[in-house]
């Protein structure tokens, strides 16, 4: 009995200590941050930048230009803004939106942008962008993203059958590895990272910070 | 009281709630940094992971494995001690030290930005290392 509570001891110890470890875990976790920036290297952008999808006008005053990835969380928390930020300014505000999967530490994200590339192909890019950041969470972990690829086609109202076909296209993954090679370029290191007038920016995803940077450079 | 094991155990405890709260911010979006610049760009970074499993998972295992041999020699019988967990504790936390010095030159010299909760991991692996005694220079202490 002595020796059994002497082997018991340690092994309780090591319990409640990952008990309390994962707590205070998830209390520092939970607690509000301020709001942190995209990619905070310094880069720049050749302008001469090929490829990549625009929304918004071609004569707007300001081009937020994206390198991301669909599985990137950060990715994923930062589009609200951007759409919100194309909503505030329609006629002066347009995004080209470039692919840069990290596949080493996101294995679905080639797949992704190459389902957004074969929904471009039926002339609905856009609407798949937006659908691939908002079920993230529904095909990121997935060991096969692809029938919910499929079903997010059929919900934008496109053919999810047609779409997986077209995915396997080499053309299309060709297209996003020239995004990709643009990206290594302007020494990209994380995801999401915006530049606007060849300039890398730093934006908190806060709304608010978004506006600011914009305004800053509508006056510029 | 054991000195060496009780820090080397409360060092390691630190260790994993800082691997635990990465590993759970690492899908919750952007990372804030308080001290240094960067954080989301080495978090996010392709060197964060190793064939796909995020580097806090490796670090969560480093440290429940230093925190577990520590406390068995806290609780060890003083009047016939075991010696293995300092030798593992010695030698897991001088690999977890070569590993931590690449990680601080990858942040340094290609991302050139800096993630505070990754610094404050690779100074607990070198206080362990120094605090942890050599196996091989030494009869080990209790």
């Given amino acids: ?220 | 009281m054991k000195i060496r094991p009780t820090v080397i155990a409360l060092l390691s405890f630190i260790g994993m709630i800082d691997a635990l709260y990465l590993s759970m911010k690492r899908n919750a979006g952007p990372i804030p940094c308080h001290i240094t610049h960067g954080c989301t760009d080495v978090l996010t970074s392709k060197y964060s992971a190793v064939l796909g499993v995020p580097l806090s998972w490796f670090g969560l295992a480093f440290y429940l494995t230093i925190f577990s041999m520590a406390v068995l020699k806290i609780f060890d019988d003083e009047t016939n001690p075991v010696e293995f967990p300092f030798k593992v504790v010695f030698y897991l936390s001088g690999l977890g030290l070569i590993i931590s010095a690449m990680l601080v030159g990858i942040q340094a010299f290609i991302l050139k930005a800096f993630c505070e909760y990754c610094l404050l991991s690779a100074s607990l692996v070198l206080i362990i290392f120094l605090t942890a005694p050599n196996p091989g220079r030494h009869k080990l202490p209790a």
């Fill in chain 1, 1 to 220: 009995m002595k020796n059994m509570s002497k082997a018991t001891k340690p092994v309780i110890v090591i319990v409640l200590a990952i008990a309390v470890a994962a707590g205070a875990a998830v209390f520092l976790a939970r607690q509000p941050d301020e709001a942190a920036k995209t990619s905070e290297t310094a880069g720049t952008l050749d302008t001469k930048i090929v490829g990549g999808h625009f929304r918004g006008p071609e004569n707007a005053e300001v081009t937020l230009v994206e390198f991301g990835d669909y599985q990137c969380p950060s990715c994923g928390a930062y589009h609200p803004f951007v759409k919100e930020i194309l909503n505030r300014y329609p006629t002066k505000v347009r995004l080209e939106f470039h692919h840069f999967p990290l596949i080493t530490i996101h294995p679905n994200s080639m797949a992704a942008s190459k389902a957004a590339e074969a929904a471009g192909q039926q002339g609905h890019y856009w609407e798949m962008h937006d659908a691939l950041f908002e079920y993230q969470a529904q095909w990121s972990e997935r060991p096969d993203p692809k029938p919910v690829f499929a079903a997010l086609a059929n919900r934008i109202g496109i053919n999810g059958a047609i779409l997986l076909q077209d995915m396997e296209n080499p053309a299309l993954q060709q297209r996003i590895l020239k995004d990709v090679e643009q990206g290594d370029k302007a020494t990209i290191q994380a995801v999401p990272t915006f530049f606007i007038k060849g300039q890398q920016v730093h934006i908190k995803a806060s709304i608010d910070d978004f506006v600011q940077v914009i305004e800053a450079n509508l006056h510029k």
